[in-house]
DNA sequence: ACGATCCGGAGACAATGTCTCCACTTATCT
DNA sequence: AGATAAGTGGAGACATTGTCTCCGGATCGT
């Protein structure tokens, strides 16, 4: 590891790199062309695979580095908000806006997650994204059987961009949109509560899970789902 | 255009390869492997080459399917279900069962939605989510600045799996509470109406846009594949 | 039983993506 | 300003991946 500061233009093509590279891997999927990376960063190719040995590594630095700013907002949410509930919420937006949960979607089976230093930082995005969902249920302003596995998989699924030509503010504009919309589902109900279906995992059941699972079930058969409206 | 029925075991694996081709689409993309879809059917690579020309007529007929069983299911919610919401809230849960909302975004670039037919389907299609968003207005079960469009992309954005190595079913399941969750944020508040934010838009809205867009690019109705742009 | 119909998958071909190499440019220091 | 180390860009050799044809053989329907 190269530990000599770089030079300032270097480091500004890095930044440039590695911003273009979210972006493009949440809108084309891992495999994305790097050529598209340097184009959008606004330099060649060799520039891309000087700063990052290959692949593998660019895809590491972008995730570790969204992962990183995460764990930072979040802190500071729980810090600043006094409510606990608008800290969830603030923390949800701030999610949406640094793409983080499209990003690790995307990269999900190319990034070894299990790697020390990704280990160590998500471990920590885990653990406070536990105590902001701890935090709203103790304040009784979060349904009880919403956990925290729900927050986290809910703003992934309302992070990745919608398909079709949406130019990307308005794509912005209705991620958050739809997250409002959510939020209202999040709050305890007066009346009757209704009850929500299927598994409530905690941050860190997701995780395990995700590393156990190692085996592909060839099982194509679909079967219908006698279904109620509950 | 041949009209003459297939033989039994040619149906069954035009069949098969329709479902495969979806799971897979939505799986990998919409460049995956036909290879894949062939072993997912338990045919042979050739026979999928018979049934569907090339990768545009495999991708066209799997959405179309999915576009006609999505419509039938809107029709028969409206009329079987008493209460709107309820019929609503049904028509969400079946578009995740049929995956439509996963496999239309998925193939959304590779697939020419203007051609006639999907053209007449998916205007059927919004046609009647309109009827059961507008329904439910009426009723005043589903809070007013609700939009046909805001329920499509949501059902998009439940739709489609979460990453890691979740099994399927469990990925499923996952969907369904998610909406669960969501719906109660569907309802309209008694106390104050917490505003959303975000554009407000109709099916019309959203398909006026996807098109208009898309008029940047030259439309490859059918013409040959090379293409090399950039 | 016996055409007609359909299947399977090896492999030639085409498209796409990876990554190196090095002549050239730019930042930084004195 | 001059010297020099650091950084850049992109053509192109190479590797990988996907497309689609072809035809001997299996299977269906009558």
Redesign the interface.
Known sequence: MEIRPLRADARQNRTRLLDAARDVFVEL?SRAPL??VA?RAGTGIGTLYRHFPDRQALQRAVVLDALQRTVDEARAALDQERDPFRALVRYMHTVLDIRIAAV???L??DVDLEEEQLRRVRYEGSAVLDDLVAAAHRAGTLRKD?TSA?IG??T???S?P??????RE?ND??A???L???????RP??GRP??????AMSMRDLQR??VT??EA??S?A?K??G?S??
Chains 1, 2 share one sequence.
Do not use: C
């Open positions: 999927g050529d598209e184009r690790i979607p995307a999900f089976n919403v729900d998989l809910l992934v699924r309302l990745r919608l398909p079709g030509t949406f130019l308005q504009e209705l958050h949109r739809h409002d919309l959510l939020v209202e589902g999040l109900r007066s209704v009850a929500i279906s299927g598994p899970l995700s699972d190692r079930a060839p194509t679909r219908a789902r279904r409206n509950k």
